[in-house]
């Protein structure tokens, strides 16, 4: 009789977080042995104290990301390297460079570095990149019939509308879905990291021999988001507002629309980048495909808390916000042999059964 398998063992950087630690989750279903590397941030961590939804299986390790030598004792003897440890906030990252650059850019160039110099290297890397990256989606203009980059934010100020508009004839565009090959225009300076850390990633991956995998993430939300985080994914902003009785703020008019992906689904990702090599070498979206308006879902959630507050919309727009984005995910269902399988409605709920239990815990 052969010795059984060993189990693999996966370091999680982040991995207290939101995501990562949905990733542990799945890991562990699967056998894994898991460590979670993570700072615990006063931002998304207040307490200072490693969570509770962590499962108790997770060796932890408390660090900072641009800590060479504690990660380079972390990741002895691991297999796989999830890479998901990150600043996290488009309209805080426009006041605050030094700490996004710091851990976005300088912590991913480190992990990198340390790989790079390890005798025995793990298999590979799957990276937690944005759909941040592109900027704006992608546009058609029935104008010109054509393909068409908007005129820019400024453009939509509220006083001639919100929709981008043509830059050639001014006509008002219609989103599309957004492929791995559309340009990658970041308009936030946290979106201006993330495109530096698949870049990095990718990079240094095929010059070292490393595979790579990055996954460009569209709007996660899903049970653990940190309510407390006012930078946070904004359907757990909303939810959290609509539990406390406030009416949630939904920016410009509310119709602009996301990809709005269960953390299930996009937990799932990372399991199928890393059992193929089919991605290798590239960026994935991960999404659903489906967009929906803000205003919409804020409306939906609002219904699934029993709020008597309705959301209000606020006409302003912000600071390195896009109008519409949503994912062409043909590549990963080509790549990864992925599907979404957690539907909008049933996912909601299961951020709100979560964000209550949390409320009322304190």
């Known amino acids: 009789m052969e010795p059984p398998v060993k189990p693999e063992h996966v370091l999680?950087?982040?991995g207290a977080g939101f995501i990562g630690s949905h990733v542990a989750d799945a890991c562990l279903r699967r056998g894994y042995r898991v460590t979670a590397y993570d700072s615990l941030d006063a931002q998304v961590h207040p307490s200072g104290r490693w969570p509770g939804y962590l499962d108790r299986r997770v060796r932890r390790i408390r660090g900072d990301i641009c800590d060479a030598e504690l990660l380079r004792k972390a990741l002895r003897g691991c297999d796989?390297?999830?890479?998901?440890?990150?600043?996290?906030?488009?309209?805080?990252?426009q006041?605050?460079?030094?700490?996004?650059?710091?851990?976005?850019?300088?912590?991913?160039?480190?992990?990198?570095?340390?790989?790079?110099?390890?005798?025995?290297?793990?298999?590979?890397?799957?990276?937690?990149?944005?759909?941040?990256?592109?900027?704006?989606?992608?546009?058609?203009c029935p104008g010109c019939g054509v393909p068409r980059e908007p005129a820019g934010?400024?453009?939509?100020d509220g006083r001639r509308g919100f929709e981008p508009r043509c830059a050639a004839c001014r006509t008002a565009l219609v989103s599309k879905p957004v492929a791995e090959r559309h340009p990658l225009r970041p308009l936030s300076f946290y979106a201006v990291t993330k495109r530096g850390q698949e870049e990095t990633a990718l990079a240094l991956g095929r010059a070292h021999g490393i595979p790579v995998v990055a996954l460009r993430?569209?709007?996660?939300?899903?049970?653990r988001q940190a309510l407390s985080n006012p930078y946070n994914g904004v359907l757990a902003i909303f939810a959290?507002?609509?539990?406390r009785g406030e009416a949630p703020i939904v920016h410009e008019d509310g119709a602009q629309r996301r990809d709005f992906t269960s953390v299930r689904d996009a937990a799932r990702a990372f399991l199928l980048a890393a059992d193929t090599d089919r991605a290798d070498g590239r960026a994935v979206n991960v999404g659903t495909?489906?967009?929906r308006s803000v205003l919409d879902v804020a409306e939906l959630l609002a219904g699934l808390c029993g709020a008597r507050v309705r959301p209000t919309v606020s006409g302003a727009v912000r600071s390195g916000d896009i109008r519409h984005c949503h994912a062409d995910i043909s590549l990963a269902r080509r790549r990864l042999g992925y599907r979404p399988a957690?539907?909008?409605?049933?996912?909601?709920?299961?951020?709100?059964?979560?964000?209550?239990?949390e409320l009322r815990a304190g």
């Open 217 to 223: 993430l569209f709007n996660t939300y899903g049970p």
């Open 289 to 291: 495909g489906r967009p």
């Open 240 to 243: 959290n507002a609509l539990l």
């Open 153 to 156: 934010v400024e453009a939509r």
């Open 80 to 93: 796989l390297v999830f890479h998901l440890a990150a600043a996290v906030g488009v309209e805080q990252s």
């Open 342 to 357: 957690v539907k909008l409605e049933d996912g909601l709920v299961e951020l709100v059964r979560w964000a209550r239990r």
């Open 95 to 140: 006041s605050e460079a030094v700490k996004y650059a710091r851990v976005n850019s300088l912590g991913t160039a480190t992990l990198l570095e340390v790989l790079i110099r390890m005798p025995r290297r793990p298999k590979k890397l799957v990276v937690a990149s944005s759909m941040s990256v592109y900027g704006e989606g992608a546009y058609f």
């Open 12 to 14: 999680i950087t982040g």
